[in-house]
């Protein structure tokens, strides 16, 4: 049987050629993000989504163009088009400046032959300013109650105005004019729905991935984080020679702190240290992390850095550290910690070993005193 036989309306089929460019986006930028966060490429999902969408609907507005451009009915395709300009600036996140709109306005008008037309100017006038618009909605207005009727109250008015212009540009018929308008309207709105649907599932999907990969209490990169971060350094330390660094700590004396005080004081211990801790790498170097690995254990990596170049954050963390005073309803806690870091060597076959040398030097100092670095 023939799709001739089906005789379904050009509007159904439109819905769903819709969705499968958007659902063909979202999979392609997921694998996009997914092979850049493997390579440890210094890109944010938010620059590679909102890059990647421009690309992807610039080349899908034209690829769509060049089935009708100079014929009578190169308007056919206009909803399809401004679905797409919608999507870029409605649900991406994009930072480029407006004044590069224009030049790829003109490069399109160009190329569809309509730079003689007074009516493809006002449309492309329109086009900008509607662009505009709808992005500053997006940024005042995204999270706010009312986010799709003032979605909608922008999108179906400029709708209106750009199928006006086309009207007066090609003469074609009210019925078409308020036709296609309504379509226009009807796809702003099952975009809407249609993003906000996968909006809230890749969110929940970050969420489960921040649960899985943080400590709760600490809000600082848990022991299988660390596990996947030092496999992938530790490989490229070997393969590259870049040098690899690795400090360790814990607080003298926690098992006392819970005894004495109870747990809530010796989680306060834990999210004070920790906080402070994370303040000093961030303001050393930002690609620091710190990493809870056990009860009271800690870990830095540095990547990048041999053993002399860490000397610097190592002595500010424990400084930092050892100057911390936690008031609880009883008394005065002074937190001190112990502190081992080594460089990874030509010893080191795994990554467990170079854990192990850091670990030994950590103990060296809890072993002689406390309240002091090992570094070798």
């Known amino acids: 049987m023939t799709w001739s036989h089906w005789q379904v309306p050009p509007f159904f089929t439109s819905v769903f050629f819709v969705l499968g460019v958007f659902t063909f986006y979202w999979v392609s930028y997921n694998w ?5 966060r493997t390579r440890r490429l210094k890109l944010s999902e938010e620059t590679i989504n909102a890059w990647y969408g421009i690309i992807y609907m610039v080349v899908f507005v034209f690829s769509i163009q060049t089935l009708v451009v100079g014929k ?25 400046p407006y004044y590069l709109l224009a030049p790829i306005m003109l490069v399109y008008m ?35 109650r009312y986010a799709l009727l003032l979605y909608m109250a922008v ?9 006006l212009w086309m009207k007066w540009k090609f003469d ?51 022991f299988a984080a660390y596990t996947e971060t030092i496999e992938y350094l530790f490989g490229e330390s070997h393969t590259s020679n870049r040098p690899l660094s690795m400090m360790m700590f814990d607080i003298d004396h926690f098992k006392h702190f819970n005894d004495t005080y109870g747990h809530a004081i ?24 710190l990493y809870r690995t056990g009860g009271e254990e800690f870990n830095v990596l540095f990547p990048g850095y041999d053993l ?58 809890k072993r ?6 090992t570094a070798e």
């Open 32 to 36: 996009i993000a997914s092979w850049a």
């Open 72 to 96: 009578s009915i190169s308007w056919e395709f206009m909803n399809f088009q401004l679905i797409a300009i919608i999507f870029c600036a409605y649900f991406l996140k994009i930072h480029m």
């Open 110 to 144: 160009v190329f569809n032959g309509s730079m003689g037309y007074w009516q493809s100017w006002g449309h492309a006038v329109t086009l900008l300013t509607f662009f505009i618009v709808l992005n500053q909605v997006r940024r005042k207005f995204y999270n706010h």
């Open 155 to 163: 999108g179906i008015p400029f709708g209106g105005m750009l199928w």
């Open 172 to 222: 074609f018929s009210w019925l078409t004019f308020w036709q296609e308008w309504l379509y226009l309207g009807i796809f702003e709105l099952l975009l809407y729905v249609y993003v906000s649907m996968l909006s809230h599932d890749t969110e929940l999907k970050l969420r489960l991935a921040k649960f899985a990969s943080h400590d709760a209490l600490t809000q600082t990169r848990n």
């Open 266 to 289: 010796g989680d306060e211990v834990l999210r004070q240290v920790a906080g402070t801790v994370q303040t000093v790498l961030a303001e050393n170097d930002p690609r620091l992390e």
């Open 308 to 365: 002399a170049s860490t000397q610097r954050v190592v002595n500010q963390v424990f400084m930092a550290v050892n100057h911390m005073n936690i008031h609880s309803a009883k008394t005065v806690i002074h937190v001190s910690i112990s502190v081992g870091v080594s460089e990874i060597g030509g010893k080191d076959q795994s990554p467990l070993d170079f854990y192990n040398r850091v670990d030994h030097n950590l103990y060296h100092s």
């Open 368 to 373: 002689n005193g406390r309240m002091q670095i």
